[in-house]
């Protein structure tokens, strides 16, 4: 077995490593040596400066003088001062690219906050401007989820903001005037930027070589799965978590360099600090650091590298007491690092760690032999175990421990849904495709998997190129369950492919030159093993002179792919279509008429400029809660839903309203809105997304579609395409078609007092409003407080809809895997399941509304 993984080490060895011996320190050492089964002084001399710096020399390009093409001496000094120029010149041309290929819908619209989401983050940044800190995490908004209202302090990620305000005011303060505005929409090509930057620094750290870090950041800088969130104007947390991801990375790998590099622990704690402020993603960094520390360990257990060292155990201690200090204080986060499920892993890493550490530190003290250490951790792990059993047990019950999130559950399930259908009505919360990967990746599919398996056979970079290793491969299973996650696949991809294809071109350069003296063989000693037999020959074919024109011939074609033919620029030209159609701001863009006139469409904000301009500023619309973002954002008026999404059972309740017929609607709204908003237009407008309305509200209103938690009945026809009679009675029907096919709302309930220029967006207002519903909800006296004269106050619905109310059930039995269904819910869970994975559904002999 040691014979095996020395010759998979040496394998590695010719694959970029030129002349250097590498090693797992304290594994393989023994097995690979000279032919006559001695290490020379030389070899001596270079394992420990490995082990001691963490640095492998440079074996491509030697030390003393080298016979470029075998004829004409070149000094080494010349060689590394020219090949350290180009590298710099690639990676400036890299941050160049990485802040161009962004830009495209600044340069194209000017600097407009795009999509949904980040109209949101933009709001929430203005008042953290005007407002200053403390109201900012004391903001109970009540111009969102009306009548409920939303508490942004304690529900927001706010790293962004917070990041956004001290970038504007350093601007400000030294003397260049930059808007807020601005400030926000040009955020992610400066972050695009550092992102790549601290890519290269993290394949420097898992690899060693500098060639690698280069091109990786080539790749990042274009890579579609960066730039889908990350295009100027696109204002939303994946433009700063992924700089935060590798630079959190970037410092754990390199805490682990060498013996005195622990304190690098301490950057690690704050960048994941800003990484959990940032965005809900932390949960994959800290378990990816988490499982790092835990296989280092487990590694050592088997003999295989470093594993439990005061190295690891400082640098991890560090990371985990900082961070998580930094992380309770994020008010989404609270204390859930010691209750969540999805947190506790790494948790039991740091008190592993802690055990083992106390046990290392006792065998130091009464210098135990190997046996007598094993027998104390038996001990002492036993013990604790018995413990944290016995304490589990008692605080299970009591339900201490949070559940696992719908989300979270829905990469671990085999089906694709969630069974939320909430969830399941966003189609990035879909696994990924192959085609998805290889619009996200492209040729880093290919080439990924091989850099990934050289990262692994770099045996002097063990400690951190495992790290590497496994960011692929968990990368890689988080991202096929949920398309969104593609994102976390970008940094290893490229950083991976920069490994393949930087230690190709090393491997290719150095087939040019050689030291004058020639290169010395290295063999296995002898063995009856046919591997190691093979290894030998083939060694020696690799070194005489028609192997060295083989490798010369390979090293030709490399540099022949490269450079002759389209496979770089074909990655850039897929990287720039796939920037420019991410960069379309969707809120406004380019169109054709039917006689081809290129026509800018700016039908939604004019939508919103009407209400802010042309409405009471105490009006109240109702849309699907997709809008709600720009509804608050850019109108400045009292919306419903949005995007936030925390509340399931009142986004049921819009879509239940919204799919009523006309006048049950009425009913409803006339004591929430003063208007409705509805998208009308084509493609995915409101008619489109209809049946996920009807679905989210019969997850909590049961008569919506009796039998049928799939609501199949509100839809279209599958042979005509038409709308089935239950979708044609309900009010967004009647709204998005109204005044067109012979459709018209009626007037008495709805007025249309908007249709913008292209027909994308209808604004409707509520005929005869129920006044006195609105007055009861602004009433301070009828909201809910936390405690006397406290900011959180939570509004209530009117008494006017308790009849609708009533009728809602939790969805939280529905969804929550963690608590024993009912048998009514349960039924409902299997009956979508099944519906949603193709079955027929049970005729119930109705026919819903």
Known sequence: ??????????????????????????????????????????????????????????????????????????????????????LVAILVSSCR????????????YGPVIHEFDPWFNFRATQYLADNGWHKFFHWFDYQSW?????????????????????????????????????????????????????????TYECY????????????????????????????????????????????????????????FGVLTGLAYAYMVAAWGGFVFVLNMIGIHAAFTVGLGFLGVGEGHTTKLHRAYSLFFVIGT???????????????????????????????????????????????????LRIKVITVLVAVASILIAIVMPSGYFAPLSSRVRGLFVKHTRTGNPLVDSVAEHQPA?????????????????????????????????????LYSIIAYFFSSKMARLIIIAGPVASSTSGIMLGGLAEWAIGQFWWPKEGENPRYFPTSRNPLIQIHNMAISAYKTPGGQLARKFSAGVFFFIILCTPLVSDFQRHADMIA??????????????????????????????????????????????DYGYQITGIANRTTIADGNTWNHEHIATLGRTLTAPVDEAHRIIQHLADYVLVWAGGGGDDMAKSPHLARIANSVYEGVCPGDPTCQLFGFNRESGTATPMMKKSLLYQLHQHGE??????????????????????????????????????????????????WYCTGQYPPGIDWLISQRISFAQLEDFNKKRDSKAEKYHKDYMARMAGASPVQSGRSGR
Not at 343 to 370: S, T
């Open 1 to 86: 077995m040691m014979e095996v993984l020395a010759l998979i080490c040496e394998a590695g060895r010719l694959l970029g490593e030129g002349n250097g011996l590498r090693v797992i320190p304290g594994v393989v050492s023994s097995s690979v040596m000279a032919k006559d089964g001695k290490k020379s002084k030389k070899e001596e001399k270079l394992q420990k400066k490995e082990l001691k710096t963490g640095k492998a020399p440079n074996a491509n390009i030697p030390d003393g003088p080298s016979l470029l093409f075998g004829q004409m001496e070149v000094p080494s000094g010349f060689l590394n001062l020219a090949g350290f120029a180009i």
């Open 97 to 108: 690219s990485a802040y161009n290929i962004r830009m495209h819908a600044i340069n194209e």
């Open 146 to 202: 009306y009548p409920l209202g939303r508490p942004v302090g304690t529900t927001i990620y706010p790293g962004m903001q917070i990041t956004a305000v001290c970038i504007w005011r350093l601007l400000n303060a030294m003397g260049m005037p930059w808007e807020l505005n601005d400030v926000c929409a040009y955020m992610p090509c400066w972050f695009g930027v550092s992102a790549t930057l601290f890519l290269g620094l993290l």
């Open 208 to 263: 060693g070589s500098f060639t690698a870090a280069v091109i990786s950041c080539s790749i990042m800088a274009i890579i579609p799965a960066h730039i889908m969130r990350s295009v100027g104007g696109g204002y939303d947390n994946e433009a700063i978590a992924v700089t935060a991801i590798c630079a959190t990375f970037y410092f754990w790998v390199r805490s682990l360099r060498n013996k005195d590099s622990w304190l």
């Open 325 to 375: 200090f930094g992380a309770i204080h994020v008010p989404p986060v609270g204390m859930t690092p010691f209750k969540s499920l999805e947190q506790l892993g790494p948790l039991g890493v740091f008190v592993g760690l802690q055990i083992l550490e106390f046990i290392d530190v006792i065998r130091r003290k009464h210098n135990l032999d190997e046996e007598q250490t094993r027998a």
């Open 433 to 469: 495709s192959a085609d998805a990967y290889w619009q996200y990746l492209h040729y880093c599919v290919y080439m990924s998997p091989v850099g990934t398996v050289m990262t692994g056979l770099r045996t002097n970079k063990w400690s951190q190129g495992s790290f590497m290793v």
């Open 580 to 625: 420019r159609s991410t960069s379309n701001p969707q809120i406004v863009f380019k169109g054709q008429l039917r006689d081809g006139t290129m026509v800018t469409v700016d039908d939604y904000r004019e939508a919103y400029w009407f209400l802010r301009d042309n409405t009471p500023e105490d009006s109240r619309v109702m849309a699907w809660w």
């Open 741 to 790: 096919n012979g459709v018209t709302v009626d007037p008495a309930l709805f007025q249309e007092a908007f249709r913008s220029k292209y027909g994308k967006v209808r604004i409707f207002k509520v005929m005869d409003v129920d006044e006195e519903s609105k007055a009861w909800v602004a009433d301070p006296a009828n909201k809910i407080c936390d405690a006397p004269g406290s």
